[in-house]
């Protein structure tokens, strides 16, 4: 049977992910080729793990095909269909054939992103029963459990064998089956939910300035126990823990996006001792900030 072109590897290469030079500020990807479009309920064309510029942006009118993009760290916009969703840690994108996109990166804060390509019958019916069809980016419920998957993902992808498309598919089918499994009403007529998203806004906007847990209560006029609470059951960490993982990603971008030393950059993070900064980064990436600074892909165990 013959390979319908537009899916093969070289052309998805060439026309569909290749990105303007200076856009990337380091990246992998890899690509799947002799995938067919008839009968398909399920395929992944290509994916990869990008560190963006400042300067990122990109934009189609026309891309004909499904994408999935998860936000590591940083911020970012996503402008779908004239709508535009604020991106941060955690938030989960996606758009459909055809319709027109767009992806810009703050400038001060580039985005870490890992993103996947793919078709088939099923994608569209995962993401018409999700909340992802009302809202196309949305922040996950666990976002180092969504990491851990895409992970896994990506490194099947890089080290493909027989079986590897299959593997590569039910990690893709997993996230999008959680997003299908989530309840609209669950999340938007929730009190609790909603007074979780303002805390966790405010924190994402003010995490270089807050502290410590107490002055986000505080900042927030609730109940510390009750954010705790908040914080257990939405995003399955503390409060705290979340606080050092934004401060410590922030820190990341900064290492590889600037020439800032090391005491700089744990200020600018909002960190004021620098030997206590570099603990919380070893805790994080496994590295000191140096060592991060030098190699930063091969320590998202990519």
């Known amino acids: 049977m013959k390979i319908n072109n537009k899916y093969s590897k070289d052309t998805i290469k060439k ?48 891309f004909p095909f499904f994408g999935l993009v998860y936000t590591i760290s940083g911020k970012g916009k996503f402008t779908l269909n004239s709508k535009d969703y604020p991106l941060h840690y955690g938030s989960l994108s996606v758009f ?36 992802l069809k009302e809202n196309a980016a949305v922040s996950v419920s666990n976002p180092e459990s969504t990491l851990s998957i895409l992970k896994q993902l990506l490194e099947n992808g890089f080290n493909q064998n027989t079986y590897t498309q299959e593997i590569c598919c039910n990690y893709l089918k997993s996230i999008l089956l959680e997003q299908a499994s989530i309840s609209n009403n669950l999340y938007s007529k929730s009190v609790s939910f909603e007074s979780f998203l303002k805390c966790k806004t405010f924190l994402e906007n003010n995490f270089t300035r807050i502290e410590s847990s107490n002055q986000l209560a505080e900042e927030c006029c609730m109940d510390i126990r009750y954010i705790a609470r908040l914080f257990r ?70």
């Open 15 to 62: 026309e569909y992910t290749a990105g303007s030079p200076g856009h990337v500020k380091s990246a992998r990807y890899f690509y799947f080729d002799n995938v067919k479009k008839k009968n398909t309920e399920l395929a992944i064309l290509c994916g990869g793990y990008e560190q963006c510029e400042s300067d990122f942006e990109i934009s189609r009118t026309k």
């Open 96 to 131: 459909g054939p055809n319709v027109p996109y767009r992806y810009v990166t703050d400038i001060e804060n580039p985005m870490e992103q890992i993103f996947i390509i793919f078709i088939g019958s099923q994608a569209k019916e995962l993401l018409e029963k999700s909340r």
């Open 233 to 302: 059951k939405y995003e399955h960490k503390k409060p705290h823990e979340c606080l050092i993982h934004l401060k410590m990603n922030k820190a990341a971008n900064l290492l590889i996006t600037s020439k800032l030393n090391v005491n700089q950059i744990a200020r600018m993070a909002g960190i004021k001792d620098a030997y206590h900064f570099s603990r919380l980064f070893k805790r994080r990436f496994k590295v000191s900030p140096t060592e991060y600074r030098s190699n930063p892909i091969s320590y998202l165990n990519l």
